[in-house]
């Protein structure tokens, strides 16, 4: 079992930035890889990005390519989700996944692949 919480979301302006947590505890968490998905009102919740368990292989949705960067510190437990440029469109609940490892991107962009999840953090961006 894998907990996972989330913090540092908030009310922005458009081009403000902003960097999310995801702290994780019980099983190893450096064994996981870690993405971070998002859902706006009214909408499917979304892959944003991933990062592979060492750091050494990440994805992103080509919507925040550019803008976000995520990295993880293993020794800290924790994910992190770096935004910046935010823009209105961005507004949405995010949250952070564990997943194993070896999957395909495919995969890793789908949010059934990700075993345990946090509670989510809101993020509201203002034009």
């Known amino acids: 079992q894998v907990q996972l919480i989330e913090s540092g979301g908030g009310l922005v302006q458009a081009g403000d930035s902003l960097r999310l947590s995801c702290v994780g505890s019980?099983?190893?968490?450096?064994?996981?890889?870690m993405g971070w998905f998002r859902q706006a009102p009214g909408k499917d919740r979304e892959f944003v990005t991933f990062?592979?368990?060492?750091?050494?292989?990440?994805e992103y949705a080509d919507s925040v390519k550019g803008r976000f960067i995520i990295s993880r510190d293993n020794a800290k437990n924790t994910v992190y989700l770096q935004m910046n440029s935010l823009k209105p469109e961005d507004t949405a609940v995010y949250y952070c996944?564990?997943?194993?490892?070896?999957?395909?991107?495919?995969?890793?962009?789908?949010?059934?692949?990700?075993?345990?999840w946090g509670q989510g953090t809101q993020v509201t961006v203002s034009s």
């Open positions: 990062i592979s368990w060492g750091g050494g292989r990440t």
């Open positions: 019980g099983r190893t968490f450096s064994g996981y890889a």
């Open positions: 996944a564990a997943a194993g490892n070896g999957y395909s991107s495919i995969m890793y962009r789908t949010p059934n692949t990700y075993a345990y």
